[in-house]
């Protein structure tokens, strides 16, 4: 997902990475735009704490995880960067 989304549509950017994750060796080549990360969050914290969580939530918060390290993680770690950006109003 180098490009821009054309949608922020949950399940189509779900269905998406889904694929991406199928033909990758390991998670941390799914990239996504770092202007994307909190919109993807916004949509992903709707449903992080529920006890059943949709299988298309926890694919998009494993992009989102791995790309939040990528762009965000520095002398802080990563948590508090994540724990930010998955509780941002």
Known sequence: MNEKP??????IIAEEL????KSCEYAGE????EADLPLIA???RRELFTPD??????????ALAINCM??????KGF????CGLTTRS
Do not use: G, P
Request: hydrophobic share 45%; proline share 0%; aromatic share 14%.
């Open 6 to 11: 054309k949608t922020m549509n949950i399940a």
């Open 18 to 21: 889904a694929k991406k994750l």
């Open 30 to 33: 799914v990239t996504l735009l």
């Open 70 to 75: 990528y762009y965000e993680q520095d002398e």
């Open 42 to 44: 916004k949509e992903v």
């Open 53 to 62: 969580m949709h299988s298309i939530y926890r694919k998009c918060l494993l």
């Open 79 to 82: 948590w508090v960067h994540f």
